[in-house]
């Protein structure tokens, strides 16, 4: 019933940029606030950044601070991630989150080259 869909991942060289997307299907969109998650190859899973409902509040962890920008527009139900000057260490796979919830699509893939 509720799906989350990511994309907009890719290989890129550092320095580089991309935008991310979620797409998340139901009512449900609006009334979470949301995060990005990573998982870089034999690591665990960490928290990148988070949006509130409204989208007036935001918050970064501080490895990606000044660097990416998170958005969300509840009238398509899609959040967003702006990646710009990207480095070989934001390789990963990033996931889209409703706050508090243990629900993951199946990710997209960001592959930065040195």
């Known amino acids: 019933q509720v799906q989350l869909v990511e994309s907009g991942g890719g290989l890129v060289q550092a320095g580089g940029s991309l935008r991310l997307s979620c797409v998340v299907s139901?009512?449900?969109?609006?009334?979470?606030?949301m995060n990005w998650f990573r998982q870089a190859p034999g690591k665990e899973r960490e928290f990148v950044a988070s949006?509130?409902?409204?989208?007036?509040?935001?918050s970064y962890a501080d490895s990606v601070k000044g660097r990416f920008t998170i958005s969300r527009d509840n009238a398509k139900n899609t959040l967003y991630l702006q990646m710009n000057s990207l480095k070989p260490d934001d390789t990963a796979v990033y996931y889209c989150?409703?706050?508090?919830?243990?629900?993951w699509g199946q990710g997209t893939l960001v592959t930065v080259s040195s």
């Open positions: 139901g009512r449900l969109f609006s009334n979470y606030a």
């Open positions: 949006i509130a409902r409204s989208g007036v509040s935001t």
């Open positions: 989150n409703p706050h508090g919830l243990e629900l």
